[in-house]
């Protein structure tokens, strides 16, 4: 307790303590365990069930197992669990058919987007840097896990002509001379690169970057798939996502109906059915000739899924904005691009990060999904590794291991998400 | 209150036969008000009356169903009608005050005060914040330019929520019960505020209970009554011998509790 | 309308200053665009099918399947047709949904009371759990447990008998003994609709009766009688027909009795536990949204701790419990197309192997699209109706 702070004749009496004392080892014990009787049988069947379990456990997975062996069969002279398979394998689980002396490129793919991720957490980043980790991080990531990449002259000027627009759209009230010419200049180039490569005057040109040997997304496997999947899912997915959300409760009953439509049919059907539409109908879906990588086929099938719940979640941030917002913003004379831009989403994006995190721990565990349409993703790896007939018959001490790896992952965001509400709340508090 | 000469000054707002319908609930019938310039208006009225409503008509935060309203803007006269560049141009001139203050919470007070300026009325950033700490300084809190709304009392909040409308410059204030949602010690920092803009000759329509201010600051008192203006006055006249049986009884309720 | 106002020559505005003009341009813009690439894609596809001579249309359904399913509800054999498979894969779906829904809300339920037990090692506990479940994949959860059950287990040979040989556990499944249809079965089953029937009577007699007099009846006990009671009275009429059929060892594998075949346990528990991991939190969380003063308001009014609970704190306990609750049960009905991972055949697994024999990938897509999005809409629409009917009543 702390010291009573308000003068007065009760201070001159001598403190008198309560009957029990509530603090120490033995009053917490009594407090949280033993209470009641009920209590204290509760708390007998539990320390005797936790005991067997504990006790069965160590026995199984330290004092009878097997961490060295030279095939599965060693494993059987003893009872417990058979550790020298996930030594055997655990190459093969985290980097799936990725040729095996070039192990160390995944190793710092998987570095990269968990450092890209890590710095994405961080809320001092949260600005202008977002739009420098994420394209170098990812230009990293691909380089590494393709080995060659070659960037088409045309997306350069592509890339020139939309961020001319976008900057001239978006900071045409506010930017000076030179800030509007270089944004027209940008958009120039970029237009009159573009008509004359479409008129077929410019040779379609690429800049091949090749530091390594090419690896095609077939061999690629493990950790890596995973996380590519589950981190452009949700990167491609969250500004459509915001398209869908703002569509959806726009006035325009076209528009708010075309997204109902599409965010509630794919809400409605499983992961499943639309990795199986993927894998069987884009194919269909493009003209004959133009093929589809099988991984670019699943990314797109959990894009397209992670966009409709994405929606669903900024739309809860939006509803979650009092209405006097809205009317503020406009009695100022804001127009509908500057209240999104400065009033609303802001604000709506600032409450739904928590959910947002939660979404992409279920996006993590989801793209496990990929393994029924043949993608060789972390889960899957680990299937596999089952599957070699020296090794036979001992499948719940990789599922175990694979558990462990998706455990760390998603309990840590769990944790973070939790930790960002918190201080996401204070925040508005300040 | 000083007699001012009104009848020489310019009409600014002009609302001929408005009526308005929440469904089928007339929220406003058949409303004739003008204003002229610098004019204090003071709206009274029980909840449920409309007066709130009247004044969101005005920058169209509400949409009149039939009737007109027109504001004039530099000696330009813009009638009210869906035409969204009417709309912005209104909403350039008319600066409004909210019952529940709405800053905005993410925006520390000075973005708070520069967004529009910047924005809308495309001013350089340097000289919408020399502007705002202006009128911060007005407002007596310059000192808390850089924390956000959240931190700040009831009472500090509305002070900057009339700053942000006045950084637009407008030349019409709506005020919609700036004092109600405020503990009672801080409803006299925000009269003073509005008390003083008065005194500098802004055209101020205020939607409030407070009746000391009306006495004290308004040219006009109007009380409403089921979406009607059932009377209105110069305060001396509208308090002292109400002519209307309804105005009594709101008087003599509000007065004497 | 009783006003006759002058109407006001309507000002003229531009077209392109009119908000709904301009809405409407927009709006034809977007679904314009999104019509020209549905009528693209749908172009190319059809070409694509032309060329590689695959057949459209529903005709395959009449044909005959051809393949074996293992587990099922109704009468197949490889001999019926597509139809008749597909919808064996929706009724074992249904089966696996719905009992799932049910032992996820139970054991949900018992996991997110017990994270708020006074007691700290079963709240800790409790929330391991939770943790442990939720943290990693279903998919994972649905390998481990299907592989530890058909690597746990005995072959039948060696099965695990049970009471006096009449059940056995081995990697085939748990097969128990069934009761030899009768006639009285298909009497118990109209006995039961009546006790049904009948408990609902009780319960509308006893609450107009203590609407009246003040007397409270007890309903709850008096319904579980008259549904419980009514079957068994009949079976008694009937004669108590008592013959069983009991499983036993034929060759390679049991015959009679029936069986809960592994593919559906894995399945079953793996969503059971899985789920019951994300139902715990939301019945945590919807306890603790209440606010403290409701339950001292409510004991300082006399109700007892049970009348409390069941009709101040659970009726607003469920109003913030049903709507996260809901998608979690379409969670599980949509998860249940895990099944194919593990083999057990649920509509996903029966179109999948439709797909391979027919190669009509559109239709059978469509077909898995509209039973789920049939389902999910079911459900939501129920819940939604429930959700109406308990929501607070506000101005």
Redesign the interface.
Known sequence: MSQATEAGPATARPARLPPTTDDGFVGWLRK??F?SIG?SI??IV??AF?VWLITWFVDWALLHATFRAETGKDCAKSSGACWALIGEKFRYIFFGSFPYEQHWRPLFAIITMIAMLLLSSDRRMWNWRLAVIWPVGSFITFLLMFGQIHIPVTLIFLVALIAGLGGFLLRRDVADQGERVAYMALMAIGAVYLVLRILGVLPGLAIPIAPFSYVETGLWGGLAVTMILATYGLAFAFPYGILLALGRRS?????RG?CVGFIE?I???????LL??AS??L??????GMNFDKFLRAQVAVILFAGAYIAEIVRGGLQSLPKGQFEAADAMGLNYVQKTVFIVLPQALRVVIPPLINTF?GFF??T??V??IGIFDF?ST??QALVDPLWT?Y??EV??F??AV??FF??SM?RYSKYLERELNKGTQR | MAVRNLDAAPTVIEL??V?KWYGQF?VL??IDLQVKQSEKIVICGPSGSGKSTLIRCINRLEEHQ???IAVSVDGRRI?L??????VEAIRKEVGMVFQSFNLFPHLTILDNLTLAPIWVKKMPKKEAEDIAMGLLRRVRIPEQAQKYPGQLSGGQQQRVAIARALCMRPQIMLFDEPTSALDPEMVKEVLDVMIELAGEGMTMLVVTHEMGFARSVADRVIFMDRGEIVEQGPPTEFFANPRNERTRTFLSQILHH | ?A?A??P?A??R??PW????I???F???V??GA?ALLAWY?VS??L???E?QKIATGFDYLSREAGFEIGDTLIPYSPASTYARALLVGVLNTLRVAVLGILLATILGTLIGVGRL??????SR?CEWYV??F???????WL??IY??IS?AFPGPRQAISLLWSSVFLSNRGLYFPVPVAHDVHRWMGVGLLVGIAAAWGIHRWAKARQAATGQPFPSIIAGAAAIVGVPILVWLLGGAPLDFSVPALKGFNFEGGTVIQPEFTALLVGLVVYTSAFVAEIVRSGILALHKGQSEAAYSLGLTRGQAMRLVLLPQALRVIVPPMTSQY?NIT??S??A??IGYPDL?AS??VT?NQTGQ??EN?LI??AA??SV??SISLFMNWYNRQIALKER
């Open positions: 949280n365990l209470s209590n509760t708390t539990v320390v936790l006035n325009l009953p076209l528009i075309l049919l809400r409605g059907v499983p992961l499943i059915s199986i539409m069987l109908m194919p269909l879906f493009l003209p004959s721990i565990k989801d496990s999904l393994l029924i889960l680990s299937n018959g499948p719940g599922y175990l694979a558990a998706y455990f998603c309990f769990s | 001929d036969q009526n007339h019938t058949d039939a009737g007109t009638e009608t869906s035409d969204v560049k009417n | 309308m006003i106002h002058a006001h309507k000002a505005v531009a200053n009119d908000p709904v301009r809405g409407w927009f709006q034809i977007v679904v999104v894609l190319n596809t070409a694509n099918l060329r037990s006074p007691n700290w090692l079963l506990l943790e442990l939720r943290n990693v994949p279903l998919l994972l390998f481990l592989k530890v690597d379409l949509k998860n197309s895990l194919i991972a996903v179109v999948n797909i990938a559109v897509v898995i699209m789920y999005l999910s809409l």
